[in-house]
Antibody
Protein backbone atom coordinates (compact mmCIF):
# COMPACT_ATOMS: atom_id res chain seq x y z
CA UNK A 1 0.00 0.00 0.00
CA UNK A 2 1.29 3.43 -0.94
CA UNK A 3 1.53 5.42 2.28
CA UNK A 4 2.94 8.62 3.74
CA UNK A 5 3.10 9.05 7.52
CA UNK A 6 4.05 12.38 9.08
CA UNK A 7 5.43 12.87 12.56
CA UNK A 8 7.13 15.51 14.67
CA UNK A 9 4.33 18.00 15.19
CA UNK A 10 3.55 19.54 18.55
CA UNK A 11 3.33 22.71 20.60
CA UNK A 12 6.20 25.17 20.36
CA UNK A 13 6.71 28.76 21.48
CA UNK A 14 7.14 31.60 18.99
CA UNK A 15 10.74 31.73 17.84
CA UNK A 16 11.20 28.03 18.48
CA UNK A 17 12.08 25.18 16.15
CA UNK A 18 10.54 21.90 15.10
CA UNK A 19 11.52 19.16 12.66
CA UNK A 20 8.82 17.28 10.79
CA UNK A 21 9.37 13.87 9.24
CA UNK A 22 7.44 11.95 6.60
CA UNK A 23 7.99 8.21 6.20
CA UNK A 24 7.14 6.82 2.77
CA UNK A 25 6.29 3.22 1.93
CA UNK A 26 4.81 1.19 -0.89
CA UNK A 27 6.50 3.04 -3.75
CA UNK A 28 9.93 3.94 -5.08
CA UNK A 29 10.49 7.04 -2.95
CA UNK A 30 13.72 8.07 -4.67
CA UNK A 31 11.92 8.46 -8.01
CA UNK A 32 9.45 11.13 -6.92
CA UNK A 33 9.51 14.81 -6.07
CA UNK A 34 7.93 15.45 -2.68
CA UNK A 35 6.12 18.36 -1.08
CA UNK A 36 4.87 19.91 2.13
CA UNK A 37 1.45 21.58 2.22
CA UNK A 38 -0.16 23.15 5.29
CA UNK A 39 -3.66 24.04 6.37
CA UNK A 40 -4.34 26.46 9.20
CA UNK A 41 -7.38 25.65 11.35
CA UNK A 42 -10.55 26.34 9.35
CA UNK A 43 -8.56 27.70 6.40
CA UNK A 44 -7.54 26.59 2.93
CA UNK A 45 -4.52 24.75 1.60
CA UNK A 46 -1.15 26.49 1.35
CA UNK A 47 1.83 24.98 -0.43
CA UNK A 48 5.00 25.23 1.70
CA UNK A 49 7.93 23.59 -0.07
CA UNK A 50 8.95 21.07 -2.73
CA UNK A 51 12.06 18.97 -3.36
CA UNK A 52 12.93 17.01 -6.47
CA UNK A 53 13.84 13.32 -6.41
CA UNK A 54 17.60 13.89 -6.16
CA UNK A 55 17.31 17.13 -4.15
CA UNK A 56 18.57 19.12 -7.13
CA UNK A 57 15.53 21.39 -7.24
CA UNK A 58 14.13 22.93 -4.05
CA UNK A 59 11.36 25.53 -3.83
CA UNK A 60 9.81 27.44 -0.94
CA UNK A 61 6.77 29.63 -0.44
CA UNK A 62 7.70 33.24 0.28
CA UNK A 63 6.02 32.93 3.68
CA UNK A 64 8.60 30.38 4.88
CA UNK A 65 11.69 31.20 2.81
CA UNK A 66 14.75 31.63 5.02
CA UNK A 67 13.07 29.95 8.00
CA UNK A 68 12.17 26.45 6.76
CA UNK A 69 14.45 23.87 5.13
CA UNK A 70 13.22 20.85 3.20
CA UNK A 71 15.41 17.77 2.81
CA UNK A 72 15.15 14.08 2.09
CA UNK A 73 16.99 10.82 2.72
CA UNK A 74 16.28 8.46 -0.16
CA UNK A 75 18.09 5.60 1.56
CA UNK A 76 15.63 5.85 4.44
CA UNK A 77 12.55 6.74 2.34
CA UNK A 78 12.09 9.87 4.40
CA UNK A 79 11.22 13.51 3.85
CA UNK A 80 11.92 16.27 6.37
CA UNK A 81 10.96 19.85 7.10
CA UNK A 82 13.15 21.80 9.52
CA UNK A 83 11.16 24.76 10.80
CA UNK A 84 13.01 27.56 12.59
CA UNK A 85 11.94 30.98 13.89
CA UNK A 86 8.37 29.74 14.12
CA UNK A 87 5.53 32.26 14.20
CA UNK A 88 1.96 32.06 15.46
CA UNK A 89 0.81 32.14 11.84
CA UNK A 90 2.69 28.90 11.14
CA UNK A 91 0.10 27.05 13.22
CA UNK A 92 -1.42 24.44 10.89
CA UNK A 93 -1.75 20.81 9.96
CA UNK A 94 1.28 19.97 7.84
CA UNK A 95 0.79 17.41 5.09
CA UNK A 96 3.45 15.50 3.23
CA UNK A 97 2.49 14.88 -0.42
CA UNK A 98 3.90 13.11 -3.46
CA UNK A 99 4.15 14.48 -6.99
CA UNK A 100 2.09 12.49 -9.44
CA UNK A 101 4.85 11.55 -11.88
CA UNK A 102 8.03 9.62 -11.22
CA UNK A 103 11.32 10.77 -12.73
CA UNK A 104 10.05 14.28 -13.42
CA UNK A 105 13.52 15.79 -12.75
CA UNK A 106 12.16 18.97 -11.23
CA UNK A 107 9.23 19.43 -13.60
CA UNK A 108 6.27 20.38 -11.43
CA UNK A 109 3.13 18.26 -11.19
CA UNK A 110 -0.02 17.71 -9.15
CA UNK A 111 0.06 15.94 -5.79
CA UNK A 112 -1.49 12.47 -5.91
CA UNK A 113 -0.70 10.92 -2.52
CA UNK A 114 -1.12 12.75 0.80
CA UNK A 115 -0.29 11.78 4.35
CA UNK A 116 -2.71 12.18 7.26
CA UNK A 117 -0.94 15.30 8.48
CA UNK A 118 0.74 16.40 11.70
CA UNK A 119 -0.43 19.36 13.77
CA UNK A 120 1.98 22.18 14.57
CA UNK A 121 0.83 24.73 17.14
CA UNK A 122 2.89 27.86 17.74
CA UNK A 123 1.74 29.61 20.88
CA UNK A 124 3.17 31.21 24.00
CA UNK B 1 3.24 35.24 -7.98
CA UNK B 2 0.22 33.69 -9.65
CA UNK B 3 -3.11 34.21 -7.90
CA UNK B 4 -5.89 31.63 -8.18
CA UNK B 5 -9.48 32.79 -7.66
CA UNK B 6 -12.35 30.35 -7.29
CA UNK B 7 -16.04 31.10 -7.62
CA UNK B 8 -18.34 30.74 -5.93
CA UNK B 9 -16.86 30.47 -2.43
CA UNK B 10 -19.77 28.27 -1.43
CA UNK B 11 -22.80 26.75 -3.05
CA UNK B 12 -25.75 24.58 -2.20
CA UNK B 13 -27.30 22.24 -4.74
CA UNK B 14 -29.71 19.32 -4.86
CA UNK B 15 -28.86 15.69 -5.43
CA UNK B 16 -28.79 15.07 -9.17
CA UNK B 17 -27.97 18.69 -10.07
CA UNK B 18 -25.19 19.65 -12.42
CA UNK B 19 -22.65 21.69 -10.47
CA UNK B 20 -19.91 23.92 -11.89
CA UNK B 21 -17.03 25.54 -10.01
CA UNK B 22 -14.82 28.12 -11.70
CA UNK B 23 -11.14 28.85 -11.18
CA UNK B 24 -9.29 31.79 -12.71
CA UNK B 25 -5.52 32.30 -12.80
CA UNK B 26 -4.02 35.77 -12.69
CA UNK B 27 -1.79 34.83 -15.62
CA UNK B 28 -1.67 32.02 -18.15
CA UNK B 29 -0.80 28.60 -16.76
CA UNK B 30 -1.33 26.51 -19.91
CA UNK B 31 -3.12 23.38 -18.71
CA UNK B 32 -1.12 22.96 -15.47
CA UNK B 33 -4.18 22.93 -13.25
CA UNK B 34 -5.33 20.37 -10.70
CA UNK B 35 -8.55 19.97 -8.72
CA UNK B 36 -8.71 18.46 -5.23
CA UNK B 37 -11.60 17.36 -3.05
CA UNK B 38 -11.38 17.62 0.73
CA UNK B 39 -14.20 16.08 2.70
CA UNK B 40 -14.77 17.33 6.26
CA UNK B 41 -12.01 16.11 8.55
CA UNK B 42 -10.26 14.28 5.75
CA UNK B 43 -7.12 14.55 3.65
CA UNK B 44 -7.24 16.28 0.24
CA UNK B 45 -7.74 13.94 -2.71
CA UNK B 46 -6.59 14.57 -6.27
CA UNK B 47 -9.54 14.53 -8.68
CA UNK B 48 -8.21 16.00 -11.92
CA UNK B 49 -4.80 16.99 -13.26
CA UNK B 50 -3.65 18.66 -16.47
CA UNK B 51 -6.94 20.58 -16.36
CA UNK B 52 -9.06 17.74 -17.72
CA UNK B 53 -7.49 14.35 -16.98
CA UNK B 54 -9.41 12.30 -14.44
CA UNK B 55 -7.25 10.73 -11.74
CA UNK B 56 -7.53 6.95 -11.52
CA UNK B 57 -10.48 5.80 -9.41
CA UNK B 58 -12.36 9.10 -9.53
CA UNK B 59 -16.02 8.78 -10.61
CA UNK B 60 -16.75 9.82 -14.17
CA UNK B 61 -19.35 12.37 -13.04
CA UNK B 62 -16.38 14.64 -12.32
CA UNK B 63 -14.84 16.48 -15.26
CA UNK B 64 -12.54 19.42 -15.83
CA UNK B 65 -12.01 21.84 -18.67
CA UNK B 66 -10.15 25.00 -19.60
CA UNK B 67 -6.68 26.23 -20.42
CA UNK B 68 -4.72 29.43 -20.08
CA UNK B 69 -6.46 31.39 -17.32
CA UNK B 70 -10.02 30.03 -17.03
CA UNK B 71 -10.92 26.58 -15.78
CA UNK B 72 -14.00 24.74 -14.55
CA UNK B 73 -14.76 21.66 -12.49
CA UNK B 74 -18.11 20.06 -13.26
CA UNK B 75 -20.04 17.43 -11.36
CA UNK B 76 -22.61 16.11 -13.80
CA UNK B 77 -25.01 14.66 -11.23
CA UNK B 78 -24.40 15.67 -7.63
CA UNK B 79 -24.31 12.84 -5.08
CA UNK B 80 -24.55 13.09 -1.27
CA UNK B 81 -20.95 11.89 -0.92
CA UNK B 82 -19.74 14.88 -2.95
CA UNK B 83 -20.20 17.21 0.02
CA UNK B 84 -16.73 18.68 0.40
CA UNK B 85 -14.53 21.68 -0.21
CA UNK B 86 -12.96 21.79 -3.66
CA UNK B 87 -9.64 23.45 -4.42
CA UNK B 88 -7.94 24.28 -7.68
CA UNK B 89 -4.14 24.44 -7.81
CA UNK B 90 -1.74 25.70 -10.45
CA UNK B 91 1.56 23.92 -10.97
CA UNK B 92 2.84 25.90 -13.93
CA UNK B 93 5.24 27.74 -11.68
CA UNK B 94 7.17 26.66 -8.63
CA UNK B 95 4.64 28.37 -6.39
CA UNK B 96 1.89 25.72 -6.58
CA UNK B 97 -0.78 28.24 -5.62
CA UNK B 98 -4.13 26.93 -4.41
CA UNK B 99 -7.45 28.66 -4.86
CA UNK B 100 -9.27 29.69 -1.69
CA UNK B 101 -11.69 26.76 -1.95
CA UNK B 102 -15.37 26.24 -2.79
CA UNK B 103 -17.56 24.68 -0.14
CA UNK B 104 -20.25 22.46 -1.64
CA UNK B 105 -23.32 21.47 0.34
CA UNK B 106 -26.47 19.53 -0.38
CA UNK B 107 -29.69 21.56 -0.43
Amino acid sequence: EVQLVESGGGLVKPGGSLRLSCAASGFSFSAYSMDWVRQAPGKGLEWVSSISSSSSYIYYADSVKGRFTISRDNAKNSLFLQMNSLRVEDTAVYYCARDRRAYSYGVTDAFDIWGQGTMVTVSS
Amino acid sequence: DIQMTQSPSSLSASVGDRVTIACRASQGINYYLAWYQQKPGKVPKLLIYAASTLQSGVPSRFSGSGSGTDFTLTISSLQPEDVATYYCQEYNSASFTFGQGTRLEIK
